[in-house]
Structures are given as C-alpha cells and as structure tokens.
Nanobody, 127 residues
Framework: QMQLVESGGGLVQPGASLRLSCTVSGRTFSGAAMGWFRQTPEKDRDFVAG????????SYGDSVKGRFTISRVNAKNTIYLQMNSLKPEDTAIYYC????????????????????WGQGTQVTVSS
C-alpha cells in the first residue's frame, strides 16, 4: 500500500506564500504521476496541479496558473506545491494524490483517476 502525508498548510494573509509538501512511502515513488487537489465544503474536489512521473509534463488548474508551481524530488520521495500570491478563494483543504499511469509522461486532472490520497492539509487565506 502507498501512503501519502501532506504538510505545510497554515493561516496566511492575502498575497503571502506557502509551500506544501507531500511525502510518499510504502511503494516505489518513481513511476507515479502525482497531483494536488483542493476541497471546500461547498465544492467538489478540484484539480490544482499535476506532474508526470518523469517530471516533464505539468498541468495546472486555470485559477492557479502563474501563481502555483508543482515539483518533485525523487530522492526524497516528495512532491511540493509552491503557492504564491495567495487569495482568499484559495482557502481549502489541499490533498496530495498519486496514480500509476503505466508511462512516465502522462498526467491526470480528474480526481477519480487517482488511486492514493493523503489526509489533507488546511490552507486558510484571510486578513
């Protein structure tokens, strides 16, 4: 079984930055396509960012393009989400997810494609 643990959330003011981390254990990290999703009580789990196993294919949700950056460090079994210029509408629980697409270049943007999920970390943007 694969385990994913998120960290790095918190309470920040609009315009601030945060970096979320997701550390993977229990299964080989290489070969996994990774993603970040976020969820609020009134909305479904929305795609934020995705990264292919080889790190060469990136995808971002429209609302975060130009502000968020996803990356991976395979030696640490970790992916990151650098969040800049945070807005109140970014407030949500952020989840890390993983799937094994059978290649090194594909990414998935729909939540149902992901097989493994972390417990989530809360990000609150408020003045």
């Amino acid at each position: 079984q694969m385990q994913l643990v998120e960290s790095g959330g918190g309470l920040v003011q609009p315009g601030a930055s945060l970096r979320l981390s997701c550390t993977v254990s229990g299964r080989t990290f290489s070969g996994a396509a990774m993603g970040w999703f976020r969820q609020t009580p009134e909305k479904d789990r929305d795609f934020v960012a995705g990264l292919s196993a080889n790190g060469g294919t990136l995808s971002y949700g429209d609302s975060v393009k130009g502000r968020f950056t996803i990356s991976r460090v395979n030696a640490k079994n970790t992916i990151y989400l650098q969040m800049n210029s945070l807005k109140p509408e970014d407030t949500a629980i952020y989840y890390c997810a993983a799937t094994y697409p059978g290649n090194y270049y594909n990414v998935w943007t729909a939540a149902h494609h992901y097989d493994y999920w972390g417990q989530g970390t809360q990000v609150t943007v408020s003045s």
